[in-house]
Each structure stands twice: as structure tokens, then as C-alpha cells.
């Protein structure tokens, strides 16, 4: 049973426009969430994370979303630049093991 | 400074054989985990180490796997007798505080 749901496995947005990743979760005991981009051929990188006490979380062009009683985040990225084409993975925290991981959305950034 | 390495960067074998792969952490770093990404499928956590406490091994997939973190520091995970099903991209992270974790880039293990 997947914890954190990515449903988009890929998105494709023209440069200079808003980019939306959507992440859904189901474990309400998950406190921390985080996004990560990774490129082919290399680890994810952490981009942006957003604590369970805030709804809001922005940095840059980047901006976390959490709407906690739909168990739902998103990633705003505006303006959609051609190096943030990538794969970019939802992640959730809670407890003392590792991260839950969405499969990732594939992001196009057309020119 | 430094960031998370991983060796081999690629590695093949035949089904049946052991490997082992090496995790090299940030300096420093006292959480260090293990996932890997199989064709298709989002990151699975496998396990976690912190500090000196016992691993969580919760995310083993089977007895195969195994991980061991000398001195607080470099990881190995060994997967022994290895199947097709154990093809993936594994990656290490290590972290301070316990929540951002810095990944390394992988090692591509191919069972054939």
C-alpha cells in the first residue's frame, strides 16, 4: 500500500509558466515532508521541505503547499526554467526510520 | 566539502552471486541511510543507521540483504545470492539532523 502518492508520472509545462507537482499521502502520522529533483545518472537532491505545522513554505522561485486535512502537497515552480526538466519525488517523514517516497513525477520543460 | 560516495558506480554479476556495495558518507553525518529505485518504481528505504544504535532494518526486502556501518562511518550493504528481482539503482544518504538527507549517486546493479 503506497503511503505517498505521486499520480502524474509526467508533466509537461512550457518555459516562463507555472510548473504544479501534486503529492498525496495517507499516514496522518507523517510530520515532515520533503521534495528532492534528480537527474538521470545521479542521486536525488534535496529541493524544498515543509514542516507539518506550517502550510506554506517558499524559497526562490519554489513554493510547498500542504493542505494537511486532504493529505495533500504540492510544488509550485514559477517561472519554469529548461534545468528544472527532472524527476522530482515527494517524500514524507515520520518516526525514526527513513523516508516514504512517491514514485516521482517527470517534469518537461518545452521551450 | 565532500559529499555522499558511492562505489562501484555500476556494477554486473550473475544470478546466484554476492555483491557488496560501498557507501562513504558525509564526515560528520550520523544517520546513514539505504534505498534503492527499481525500474519504474519510486525510492524504497532499506535501512537506516543511527549513531550507534541498532540498525532499522524494517525495509530489507529478504534475509539476502544485509548492512553493516563500521566505526559510525563508511557503509556496505551485501545482498547474497542475488536474483534478477534485485536489479535496481541503490542509493546511500546520510544525514545530520535527521531530516535533509544528502544522497550519493548511486550504484546501478544489473543481476543477470
Known amino acids: 500500500d503506497q503511503q505517498v502518492k505521486q499520480n502524474s508520472p509526467s508533466l509537461s509545462v512550457q518555459e516562463g509558466r507555472i510548473s504544479i507537482l501534486n503529492c498525496d499521502y495517507t499516514n496522518s502520522m507523517f510530520d515532515y515532508f520533503l521534495w528532492y529533483k534528480k537527474y538521470p545518472a545521479e542521486g536525488p537532491t534535496f529541493l524544498i521541505s515543509i514542516s507539518s505545522i506550517k502550510d506554506k513554505n517558499e524559497d526562490g522561485r519554489f513554493t510547498v503547499f500542504l493542505n494537511k486535512s486532504a493529505k495533500h502537497l504540492s510544488l509550485h515552480i514559477v517561472p519554469s526554467q529548461p534545468g528544472d526538466s527532472a524527476v522530482y519525488f515527494c517524500a514524507a517523514r515520520g518516526g525514526a526510520d527513513g523516508l516514504t517516497f512517491g514514485k516521482g513525477t517527470h517534469l518537461i520543460i518545452q521551450p | 566539502g565532500a559529499g555522499v560516495s558511492q562505489s562501484p558506480s555500476n556494477k554486473v554479476t550473475e544470478k546466484g552471486k554476492d555483491v557488496e556495495l560501498r557507501c562513504d558518507p558525509i564526515s560528520g553525518h550520523t544517520a546513514l541511510y539505504w534505498y534503492r529505485q527499481s525500474l519504474g518504481q519510486g525510492l524504497e528505504f532499506l535501512i537506516y543507521f543511527q549513531g550507534n544504535s541498532a540498525p532499522d532494518k524494517s525495509g530489507l526486502p529478504s534475509d539476502r540483504f544485509s548492512a553493516e556501518r563500521t566505526g559510525g562511518s563508511v557503509s556496505t550493504l551485501t545482498i547474497q545470492r542475488t536474483q534478477q528481482e534485485d536489479s535496481a539503482v541503490y542509493l546511500c544518504?546520510?544525514?545530520?539532523?535527521?531530516?535533509?538527507?544528502?544522497f550519493g549517486p548511486g550504484t546501478r546493479l544489473t543481476v543477470l
Open positions: 544518504a546520510s544525514s545530520l539532523l535527521g531530516y535533509e538527507q544528502f
